[in-house]
């Protein structure tokens, strides 16, 4: 024969809830339920003060106080743009005048020294230096890429020199392309051809 136990739970109705949950009837019998009247919270009185003084009461609600995140501004590292002078110094460390590259080369070296640049602005600044003889092209192709190598070592003086003729090399070249280009229509030539006539 099992024994039974009679036990007096005192809890509330929550926990009352959570012991049904947990499989309470499923191994006893509820046989008495009562309720006891708990006494409430006495009530605080109104602050009392002098009569020449206002009377506070308390809010019945206090919202809690809510901050606003003000997001921390990050400093970000400057972005180094590669210049000329600074490829042509990758070239003064990396290559002596006897050693060929590509612009591939300085691209990949310039990514480690921490430089934030395209393939296109090496490239660019080989072209203007190949222009104005600080390297030679020495072979390759527009595919698979040139292949330079230095021509004598130059200071930054020198350098920058040579890069300010670059403009004036180029726009020359330019003029005499398009000359050549709409020499089709050159006015004087086409005067005197008309007047020969």
Request: charged letters at 25%.
């Amino acid at each position: 024969m099992e024994k039974k136990y009679l036990i007096n739970l005192e809890c509330s109705i929550n926990a009352l809830a959570e012991l049904i949950a947990l499989g309470l009837e499923k191994h006893c019998t509820i046989t008495k339920l009562e309720m006891f009247d708990q006494p409430s919270e006495e009530k605080k009185p109104a602050l009392q003060v002098a009569s020449h003084k206002i009377e506070f009461k308390h809010p019945a609600k206090v919202s809690p106080v809510i901050k606003k995140s003000v997001p921390i501004p990050i400093k970000k590292q400057p972005i180094r743009k590669i210049g000329g002078w600074d490829v042509y110094e990758i070239l003064r460390e990396n290559f002596h005048p006897q050693k060929t590259f590509k612009t591939r080369d300085i691209n990949q070296i310039a990514l480690r020294m921490g430089f934030d640049q395209t393939a296109n602005a090496v490239s660019a600044h080989m072209t203007r230096m190949n222009a104005v003889n600080l390297v030679h092209r020495c072979g390759g192709n527009k595919t698979a890429g040139y292949v330079y190598r230095m021509s004598a070592l130059r200071n930054k003086k020198d350098f920058n020199k040579l890069m300010a003729s670059y403009e004036n090399k180029a726009k020359a070249r330019e003029r005499k392309k398009s000359a050549a280009k709409n020499s089709w229509f050159n006015l004087a030539e086409f005067q005197r051809q008309y007047n020969a006539n």
